[in-house]
């Protein structure tokens, strides 16, 4: 490089320099150090960048999977036996969602409070019942409770009758909750158990205090107007004033007992009516039977038709005896004379043994009738001959009579010899045929006692199942 035109700074020239010895070959080449900073320093940041900008997307992705996961945490499945209401903010919506998956705003936003609807059970047995040892409530027999004289208020539980007597008893209770939006507002605690328990136990006691313990001991528990009505009633006006929900589907007396001290006497009044009525329904089926075998199906209404007839006769109606009385002869199958009424088509049949003494009340008079004209048949043809032929009539007639005498038992022959000129007879009777005619004798008095027997209970029972006299 020339240094020709080169001058110094104040505009003189330079000094003329010595020249320049030519270089050997470099043996170190020497390059720029922050160049070389700043290429790496570039490739560092691009790397960083790059990782920064995987980690944000990893960073989005788990964000947006944490948002996801956030959004269905209010997924939840609802049972059969539940209902479910959403809750936004505090606040229940005003829909019941019924069983399946159900998607509710997430805590805190919101939450799905799950209602259980079905039938829930719980039994009342220590609160008025004495006390026994935890667990023996229903296997203690009150005849173990009778020990103990005095009544503890602190332990023992007892109800107060409007007579002012003492009972315990034993309930169960079945109950459900039938309005879960009713129950999820206004209720919606744990110890739901203990709410109705105690708005029974309340009624219980207001029920039993109407009942005088007579009443309470012999009344049906189902009927309307008995003591487990009462109670279920106002038990659910208690639950229905609160709002609840709460549905009392069973109230059911499954133990009463009368004071322990009293329990003996209790005991034999009451047995002695259930022995009452067990006479009572006994002597009723056999009033049934005894008019049944009497007078079959017929037996009701022919009793009805002839308390009709004997009232019209006293009341000297003579148009309503003789309508009662026609009934009467209806249901016995006779409408007068010889004609005989199907007594199956007056819905009434008759049977027993009216209708067989009927029947053979009918055969005796066809009976008699028959003999009577068969005699008259005879007596005509007897007429006859002893107009034509007196003398022959009168000694078949006498020859018939005398064989008919020769038959009785009671007579006794005698066989004499021929061309006898006298005859002694010592009068005493033949001890066989006396012995005979004896028996045959008793036998018709047995006969004629059976039969006034027969007929004096058949008054009586006449008497027993009508409740009135017979008439004979």
Known sequence: MSDEGINNPDGSAAPEEMPVAPRRAASVQLRDAQASVGSELDQANQSLAEALRVTFRLVQ?????IVGLYVFSGLSSVEASERAIKVIFGKAEQTVLDPGPQLSPPYPIGELVKVDVGLKNTRINRAFWPFVPEGQEESTAPE????????????DGSLLTAD?????SQWAVEYSTNDPLQYATNVYTPDVEMMVRSAVQRAII???????????????????????FVAKRLAQETLD???????????????????????????????????????????????????????????????????????????????EAEAAFAAIQVLLGETGGDTVVDTASTGSALGGEASAMLSEARQARTTAAS????????????????????????????????ADFRKNELVEMFQLPVG?????????????????????INEDRAEQTRQAREEARRIQQAQTSTGRPAQQ
């Open 420 to 440: 006898a000129s006298q005859v002694r007879l010592q009068l005493a009777r033949d001890p066989e045929i006396a012995k005979a005619a004896e028996r045959k």
């Open 206 to 228: 207001r029920a039993v205090s109407l009942e005088t313990v007579e009443s309470l001991l012999t009344q049906a528990r189902s009927e309307a107007g008995s003591v487990t």
């Open 371 to 402: 003999t009577a004209l068969n005699d008259l048949e005879s007596f005509r043809a007897k007429l006859q001959q002893y107009r034509s032929q007196p003398s022959v009539a009168i000694t078949r007639e006498w020859a018939s009579a005398f």
């Open 164 to 168: 002012g007597n003492i009972v315990h």
């Open 241 to 319: 004033k609160a709002e609840s929900g709460i549905r009392i589907q069973e109230l059911s007396l499954s133990r009463l007992i009368p004071p322990r001290a009293t329990l003996g006497s209790f005991d034999s009044v009451q047995n002695a009516r259930t022995k009452r009525a067990q006479d009572l329904e006994t002597a009723r089926s056999e009033a049934a039977t005894l008019l049944t075998n009497a007078a079959g199906a017929a037996a009701d209404e022919l009793i009805e038709q002839i308390d009709l007839y004997e009232l019209a006769l006293e009341a000297e109606n003579a148009t």
């Open 144 to 155: 173990q409770l009778a020990n103990k004289q005095q009544l503890d208020p602190e332990t």
């Open 61 to 65: 992705l788990a964000m947006v999977i």
